[in-house]
């Protein structure tokens, strides 16, 4: 099914370890996104990236960085986690920017990452 | 910074009956989208309705329908019939001021009682 595909959906972390955060859509889509979500605080951007070959901050971008490895693909590292970083992460892509898109964001299925 | 304000954090309404979730924006792009998703306890963000903002007419999708008033950036969503399955957060979105990426409200968690 097409759609976007996020891996992994769970991960517990220590305190300073490294990973990242998966993300591929098939929808020839433009602009893929990161965002965190938090009890309270609705959906927060990290990173985007408009076209492939670009990335720009979001809101939240500190302790994170991206790579858009090609159209398909657009990942998150955490480089040392922090407990601050305990969160739902969602990827998501769209055919064009917001203000020109009709149909909004496709998402992936989330990341519960717990960092202890 | 741009918000997106959903002022009722928790609902709750009987089942078959109507519920109506407020938002309100703020974005300065003249033509654009707005949407409602919905947050089940699976987790999966669904896309409910969307709302063209220099069309009139209001949204319907089934039994979910909006109310949009373009002057005071308003975008409800109105829920009729209401089911258990309905149950779930649902969250606003708005372009940003740059046109570039969404913007989401904090959400309004939504029972639905039997």
């Known amino acids: 099914n097409a759609g976007v595909t996020q891996t992994p959906k769970f991960q517990v972390l220590k305190t300073g370890q490294s990973m990242t955060l998966q993300c591929a859509q098939d929808?020839?889509?433009?602009?893929m996104y990161w965002y965190r979500q938090d009890p309270g605080m609705g959906l927060r951007l990290i990173y985007y990236?408009?076209?492939?070959?670009?990335?720009d901050k979001g809101e939240v971008p500190n302790g994170y960085n991206v790579s858009r490895l090609n159209k398909r693909e657009f990942s998150l590292r955490l480089e040392s986690a922090a407990p601050s970083q305990t969160s739902v992460y969602f990827c998501?892509?769209?055919?064009?920017?917001?203000?020109?898109?009709?149909?909004?964001?496709?998402f992936g299925s989330g990341t519960r990452l717990t960092v202890v | 910074a741009q918000t997106v304000t959903q002022s009722q954090p928790e609902m709750s309404v009987q089942e078959a009956e109507t519920v109506t979730l407020s938002c309100t924006y703020d974005?300065?792009?003249?033509?654009?989208?707005l949407f409602w998703y919905k947050q089940p306890p699976s987790r999966q963000m669904i896309l409910v309705i969307r709302?063209?903002?220099?069309?009139?007419q209001n949204a319907t999708e089934n039994r979910f329908s909006v109310n949009f008033q373009k002057a005071a950036k308003s975008f409800s969503l109105k829920i009729s019939d209401s089911q258990l399955g309905d149950t779930a957060m649902y969250f606003c979105?708005?372009?940003?001021?740059?046109?570039?990426?969404?913007?989401f409200g904090p959400g309004t968690r939504l029972s639905v009682l039997p």
């Open positions: 998501a892509s769209s055919e064009a920017r917001a203000g020109a898109s009709s149909y909004g964001y496709t």
């Open positions: 929808m020839n889509h433009n602009s």
């Open positions: 990236s408009a076209s492939e070959g670009t990335t």
């Open positions: 974005t300065s792009e003249s033509n654009y989208y």
């Open positions: 709302q063209e903002a220099y069309k009139q």
């Open positions: 979105a708005s372009p940003d001021n740059y046109g570039q990426n969404f913007v």
